[in-house]
């Protein structure tokens, strides 16, 4: 069984910056592949990105591509969402979750509300 914990998220101002953390506890974290999931209200939870768990292949949502980042730091078993030039379209809540297959989630954190304001 696997735990995480997301922090980080909080109100921004728009082109603003926010850093997701995940900390993951209880499983082989450098086995498994990481993602960021969100939730805008009234929509379904969408893909955000992804990185392998050798952290050398990353993959990101078109809309999130050139304006966020993904990393791992498998000693520490944390994972992070770096968000750059955040819009209102970015509110959501953010879920970190961890797959032993890629995409095939296995494992979801209770998730971190991002509020980005015009």
């Known amino acids: 069984q696997v735990q995480l914990v997301e922090s980080g998220g909080g109100l921004v101002q728009a082109a603003g910056s926010l850093r997701l953390s995940c900390a993951a506890s209880?499983?082989?974290?450098?086995?498994?592949?990481m993602g960021w999931h969100r939730q805008a209200p009234g929509k379904e939870r969408e893909f955000v990105a992804a990185i392998s768990w050798t952290g050398g292949s990353t993959n990101y949502a078109d809309s999130v591509k050139g304006r966020f980042t993904i990393s791992r730091d498998n000693a520490k078993n944390t994972v992070v969402l770096q968000m750059n030039s955040l819009s209102t379209e970015d509110t959501a809540v953010y879920y970190c979750g961890a797959a032993v297959f890629p995409g095939a989630y296995n494992w979801w954190g209770q998730g971190t509300q991002v509020t980005v304001s015009s």
């Open positions: 209880g499983g082989t974290f450098s086995r498994l592949t």
